[in-house]
Each structure stands twice: as structure tokens, then as C-alpha cells.
């Protein structure tokens, strides 16, 4: 079957970041405000119906407005006309600076005007809720999720677009993985990306979830317990001598990073041999890994 070409915007992601990065630092170390194109009525500017991200909190938006208040919006806002012949713009980032603005009473607001398609305004609400917002674990994976499925955006490019690691993208996504009641407490802030990364690979995430909550465990205690088949009120199983120490546990774990696949080390102790396993789910996969080796 012929492989499917993958999809690219005109402008590219790395080119849609350029008007989504934060600014950079001055040498004092106070961000420099970037010049906007002009200065938009508030009034002239409409929400995008498709915000990836429907949730803006009281308090959030009381400390922007405070800000904004005493030291202005440093960051324009990304608009784009709803129509060539509209005065009317629509927000492609930054609705909550529009919000908060709105709060502390301005009248107009600086903004950098676009032309950018539905589906470029759409993929740049998703890398602004990335690069900005407060997301938790799990709205953090959803957005890379989204700019995977929905654009054709590898691992690779997000994680050079978006100053990430290749690993960091990789674990987040991992997340997405677990049952729906276990991602509900990490949006709650009730467990955090350490706990879940490792409740991943628990034969129960969902019950022993619970237990972490309840009994407040820590992220070593969830590890610990994620490698044994019972995680109730059983008796705990004693270690088995065929139990991986903490060192090839953790080389596993950097080699997956660096090869983005996961590796499994079979190391024979006090005989010096073993073997390193590399699973890939799909002949393309193969071919990628083969690509690196030979590399």
C-alpha cells in the first residue's frame, strides 16, 4: 500500500511560532514589549468559536487584569478579519489578555492582524495554549495530540518548534492513555504528571489512583508499586530475583527517550551478557527505527 504523504501547511509550524513565541528577555531581564501593528477598539474584537480552551478562572484573569493595569499588555494580541470588507476582528491568541483587558477597563488594545486561514487560526490557538497557558498534564497532551492528528505534526517538530524534548512530548502523550477517572484527577490536580507517568504502566491505574489519593503516596511509592500485580490490601509478593535493578530501569528509560521507541534491556547478572529489545508497532516505525541505526 503506497504510504500516504504527509501533510504540510504553506507556512509550517516553526513559521506560525514566529507570532506565537514569548518575547525575549531584555539584558536587565525584563521582557521587551514587541511592537504591535496597531492599537484595535476592544469592541471591534469577537472570541474565536473554535478556542481549543473554554475554561478562563476568576482569579486567573483578576491577576492579568491587575497586571495589565499597572504595566500595560506586553504581548499583543493575534487577531484576524472576519472578512476582507468586516472592521470586525476575530481573536486567533490571546483571549485572555482580551478578557482581562476588557476587566481593567482599556479601550483599545495592540494586536498583530494576520491573514491566516480556519485551519491556521485553529492550529494557532493550539500552540498558544501550549506555549502560555497554565494547562495541566492532560490539556497539555490533548494539544500535541490535536497538532498530531489534526496537522501531521511529528514528535520531532513540535518538540524543535515548541522548545521541548522529544521525551517530554513522548511521556505527556503516554498520559492520554490512561482510563478517563484517572485523567479527571490529574485535571483536579489530585495526582500530578510524576504519579501518572508512572500509573501508565500499572495493571490497575484506576484502583491504585485511588490508593495514591487516599494515602497520599509519593511518586517513588506509585513506581514501586505500579511493578506488582497486587496494589489492594493483599499480602505484598517478595522481590523476585529476576526484578530489574534501579540502574537498567533508568538506562531503559534514557535509551526509549533517545530512540522514541520503547527498549527493553535483558541484562544476565554476575555473566556480563544480555539483550537490549526494540518494539515498534508499524512497518513505518521499523523503517524510522532502521533510519536511525544506520544513522
Aim: charged share 30%; net charge neutral.
Amino acid at each position: 500500500m503506497a504510504k500516504k504523504p504527509a501533510r504540510g501547511l504553506g507556512r509550517g509550524l516553526s513559521a506560525l511560532m514566529a507570532d506565537v513565541a514569548p518575547e525575549e528577555p531584555t539584558v536587565e531581564g525584563v521582557p521587551a514589549a514587541r511592537k504591535p501593528d496597531q492599537l484595535v477598539p476592544i469592541e471591534r474584537i469577537v472570541p474565536n468559536p473554535d478556542q481549543p480552551r473554554r475554561t478562563f478562572t476568576t482569579a486567573d484573569l483578576d491577576d492579568l487584569a491587575a497586571s495589565i493595569k499597572e504595566k500595560g499588555i506586553i504581548q499583543p494580541l493575534i487577531l484576524r478579519k472576519k472578512a476582507k470588507t468586516d472592521t470586525t476582528f476575530e481573536i486567533v491568541a490571546g483571549e485572555r489578555r482580551w478578557r482581562a483587558a476588557q476587566m481593567a477597563q482599556l479601550h483599545e488594545v495592540p494586536a498583530l492582524v494576520r491573514d491566516y486561514t480556519d485551519t491556521e487560526a485553529l492550529e494557532i490557538a493550539i500552540i498558544e495554549n501550549i506555549q502560555r497557558a497554565d494547562l495541566n498534564a492532560v490539556e497539555e497532551a490533548a494539544g500535541y495530540r490535536e497538532l498530531m492528528d489534526r496537522f501531521g505534526h511529528t514528535q520531532e517538530k513540535m518538540a524543535e518548534a515548541l522548545g521541548k524534548s522529544r521525551s517530554h512530548i513522548a511521556n505527556m502523550l503516554r498520559l492520554l492513555n490512561l482510563p478517563a477517572d484517572v485523567q479527571e484527577l490529574l485535571r483536579d490536580g489530585k495526582l500530578s504528571a510524576g504519579h501518572a507517568r508512572a500509573l501508565v504502566t500499572a495493571e490497575d491505574p484506576s484502583g491504585l489512583a485511588r490508593t495514591v489519593v487516599a494515602k497520599g503516596l509519593s511518586v517513588r511509592d506509585v513506581e514501586r508499586l505500579a511493578k506488582r500485580p497486587d496494589t489492594g490490601d493483599k499480602p505484598k509478593r517478595a522481590p523476585t530475583p529476576s526484578r530489574k535493578d534501579a540502574d537498567t530501569v533508568a538506562l531503559e528509560g534514557d535509551l526509549s527517550a533517545a530512540m522514541g521507541f520503547k527498549v527493553a534491556i535483558d541484562h544476565k547478572p554476575g555473566r556480563g551478557t544480555g539483550a537490549v529489545t526494540i518494539r515498534y508497532e508499524t512497518l513505518e516505525e521499523l523503517d524510522d527505527i532502521c533510519r536511525k541505526l544506520g544513522a
